[in-house]
């Protein structure tokens, strides 16, 4: 069973930074497009930023300059570098691997962005 596990979130100070990681348990995982999302309370889940096979990433305008996306695939991991924090950016970020026709969710990690 392919298990997606989500760390390195937790409460951070404005213009802070955080670095998330995902470690994704499924043979070929360098074939997988990866992906950051998000979801705050009363809103709908976003895309953050996705990487595919050839590292190319794609990002949100409301992350663009501040968050990069990379991965390891020696490690089986996707990072989401996470720099100049706002409150808004608080919310449960999940990662998300996809290769047709599978794709696969983790459980989310939180993010609060407070002083």
């Known amino acids: 069973q392919v298990q997606v596990v989500e760390s390195g979130g937790g409460l951070v100070q404005p213009g802070g930074s955080l670095r998330l990681s995902c470690t994704v348990s499924?043979?070929?995982?360098?074939?997988?497009?990866m992906g950051w999302y998000r979801q705050a309370p009363g809103k709908e889940r976003e895309m953050v930023a996705t990487?595919?096979?050839?590292?190319?990433?794609v990002y949100a305008d409301s992350v663009k300059g501040r968050f990069t996306i990379s991965r390891d695939n020696a490690k089986n991991t996707v990072y989401l570098q996470m720099n100049s924090l706002k409150p808004e950016d608080t919310a449960v970020y999940y990662c998300?691997?996809?290769?047709?026709?599978?794709?696969?969710w983790g459980q989310g990690t939180q993010v609060t962005v407070s002083s």
């Open positions: 998300h691997a996809e290769r047709n026709p599978f794709n696969f």
């Open positions: 990487i595919t096979t050839g590292d190319y990433g």
């Open positions: 499924v043979f070929g995982f360098a074939t997988y497009a």
